[in-house]
C-alpha cells in the first residue's frame, strides 16, 4: 500500500491561504487516484477533492469549489491543496488519501490514509 504523509498545516487568519502537501512513497500505478479529507471536532470526516494521478480528472466538493485547488507533482511524488480564501468552517484536521478508483476516492472508500495535518482559520 502506498504510505502517505501530510504537511503544511497551521494558523491562518480568515481570508488567508495555506498550501498541503502529500508526499507520497510505495505508490503503484494501481493507485490511480488521490485526494483530501477533512474533519472538524465533533464532526465525521468528509471529501474535500479528488485528482487521478495523471491529473485528467479534478473534482471538488462544493462547499470549497472556487478556493482550493488540487494539484499533483508526478517527478516529486507529492499532491498538494492549495487553499484560498479560507474560512473558520474549513478549520479541520486534513487527510491524504489514496485509491485504485477515482470513484471510491471520491466516496471515501479508500484504501490509504494519511495521518492528517491540522488546518486552524481564526476570524
Known amino acids: 500500500q502506498v504510505q502517505l504523509v501530510e504537511s503544511g498545516g497551521g494558523l491562518v487568519q480568515a481570508g488567508g491561504s495555506l498550501r498541503l502537501s502529500c508526499a507520497t512513497s510505495g505508490r503503484t500505478s494501481s493507485d490511480h487516484a488521490m485526494g483530501w479529507f477533512r474533519q472538524a471536532p465533533g464532526k465525521e470526516r468528509r471529501f474535500v477533492a479528488a485528482?487521478?494521478?495523471?491529473?485528467?480528472?479534478?473534482y471538488y466538493a462544493d462547499a470549497v469549489k472556487g478556493r482550493f485547488t488540487i494539484s499533483r507533482d508526478k517527478a516529486k511524488n507529492t499532491v498538494y491543496l492549495q487553499m484560498n480564501s479560507l474560512k473558520p468552517g474549513d478549520t479541520a484536521v486534513y487527510y491524504c488519501?489514496?485509491?485504485?478508483?477515482?470513484?471510491?476516492?471520491?466516496?471515501?472508500?479508500?484504501?490509504?490514509w494519511g495521518q492528517g495535518t491540522q488546518v486552524t482559520v481564526s476570524s
Open positions: 488519501a489514496a485509491d485504485n478508483l477515482f470513484l471510491n476516492l471520491v466516496r471515501g472508500d479508500v484504501g490509504s
Open positions: 485528482i487521478t494521478w495523471n491529473g485528467d480528472r479534478i
